[in-house]
């Protein structure tokens, strides 16, 4: 029997973010089938032919809920196609109905979730997701490459403790605001021990690429939460709404949003572990993190040493930094059981996909050789035919990537200035400059939406 070969729809523009790129490549890298990877709009404008395929998988950078990544007609001829179709999604906290109604009119048979298994049907509760497969998968994986690098020994690190995070939108719910609360906690209570921390929380300070993995490597200690939220905004009204009142009351706390706006919060939780968990059990960087199920990944006090969200046991914490002996032992058994484990890398990931599409090509009948019939039965021909249309669609994307890579730069440009006018200025005169910007920034919003994603959502 020929090997399967499987259309795969992302969005070109995303694979900047390193962990985007290496989900994408490791299905290109460890499956046995053949996986042709193309811009989802780029696709839409080339008119490749369905038939070449047995199985389509939509990837998690793009959403198939917004009809930017997805144009009508496109959609139209991809609810044709009778093959099994795979939907791989995160950020599973929003625009759940519309997803729910996309999954329906695209005839989704399968979904890879990142989501805590007792909240998929809280989330997924349409009866339509009755007749649809759940497979459960993560974030992120071992970046295996780590694992040969060559990293300082734990006493010679210069950073005690390090971490970065972002405030992320108050509309996630409370859960969500633990990224940014345990740095400014830790960063406060770490003066009275004379630690050399480099914690951060500001836009501007992030880190990418292998500066990243410089940083993580040079510190003896990481901080880290659980990756989630605690409000899912099914109409994605709540959404809009928190962001319009924030935007024009920027100085709103997270419970004055709470109150006003997050009814229910708490009720579902999703709490999964995040790809930083992965790279620094394998650039041996200890982990000081929030108790959780880490996906059932971690086990705390074992892998990672379990900081109270009250950070009420902070002595403890510190000791454990401040004794290599006590810190190596979580150390190693988080590189050994974690980082050197076969459980947690793409290929794992992979084949779990690959068993997947098998089980529900059979059930599908659709591995009937449809591409051979169109451009006959040469092997080489049928592979000529997917290198040209990989090629062309990445370069009818190229202006799209351009495009995008400016709005992250523009994007970066405003929020650095707005940081320095809450330094210079009082208060008051920031946040009226920074009311007009927001102002502004709604007007031009749907010109960048059209110019990156072909309309306004």
């Known amino acids: 029997m020929r090997r399967p070969n499987v259309l795969l729809l992302c ?10 790129d290496e989900h994408i490549r490791a299905f290109q890298l460890f499956s046995v089938s053949r996986v042709v990877v193309m811009d989802s709009r780029a696709a839409s404008e080339i008119e490749v032919n369905l038939d070449y395929f047995d199985a389509i998988v939509f990837h998690y950078s793009i959403v198939i809920a917004l009809s930017g990544f997805l144009p009508q007609d496109f959609f139209a001829r991809l609810a044709a196609f009778r093959g099994p179709k795979v939907l791989f999604i995160q950020d599973e906290y929003r625009w759940v109905d519309r997803t729910a109604v996309a999954v329906r009119d695209l005839g989704v048979t399968v979904v890879f979730t990142v989501v805590n298994r007792d909240v998929i049907r809280k989330i997924y509760k349409e009866p339509l997701f009755d007749s649809i497969r759940f497979e459960q998968t993560l974030t992120g994986f071992v970046p295996t490459e780590l694992l040969a690098r060559r990293v300082p020994d734990y006493a010679a690190r210069p950073i005690d403790v390090s ?33 050399t921390c480099d914690i951060a929380m ?18 003896k200690a990481v901080l880290g939460t659980e990756s989630g939220a605690s409000f899912i905004d099914f109409s994605g009204n709540i959404q809009r709404q928190v962001e319009e009142y924030e935007r024009y009351h920027p100085n709103a706390t997270f419970r004055e949003i709470q109150g006003r706006f997050l009814h229910g919060d708490g009720c579902t939780v999703i709490h999964v572990i995040s790809p930083r968990c992965f790279e620094a059990a394998a650039l041996r960087t200890l982990m000081i993190l929030y108790p959780g199920d880490y996906s059932g990944v971690l086990e705390p006090d074992r892998h990672y040493v379990p900081l109270a969200r009250d950070h009420s046991n902070m002595d403890e914490v510190i000791s454990i930094i401040r004794d290599p002996n006590r810190a190596h032992k979580v150390i190693q058994a988080a590189y050994e059981d974690i980082a050197c484990s076969q459980q947690w890398t793409y290929r794992a990931f992979v084949a779990q996909f690959d068993a997947v599409i098998s089980v529900e090509l059979k059930q599908k009948a659709r591995i009937s050789q449809p591409a051979l019939k169109t451009i006959g039965a040469n092997t080489l021909s049928l592979e000529s035919e997917f290198i040209r249309l990989e090629q062309a669609a990445a370069h009818k994307a190229k202006s799209r990537v351009r495009a995008m890579s400016w709005a992250v730069m523009l994007q970066k440009m405003a929020r650095r200035l707005s940081d320095t006018l809450y330094r210079v200025l009082p208060a008051p005169v920031a946040g009226r400059v920074t009311g007009l910007g927001a102002l502004a920034f ?10 990156l994603f072909g309309r306004a959502e």
């Open 11 to 20: 969005d070109d523009a995303a694979r900047h973010t390193g962990t985007v």
């Open 202 to 219: 500001s836009e501007n300070s992030r880190i990418y690429g292998q500066s990243w993995i410089n940083f993580v490597a040079n510190s």
């Open 442 to 451: 709604i007007r031009i919003k749907p010109l960048v939406q059209r110019l």
């Open 163 to 195: 971490y970065r995070a972002r405030r992320v939108p108050s509309w996630l719910g409370e859960f969500g605001q633990e990224k940014w609360i345990i740095g400014e906690r830790f960063l406060n209570d770490s003066a009275r021990y004379e630690l």
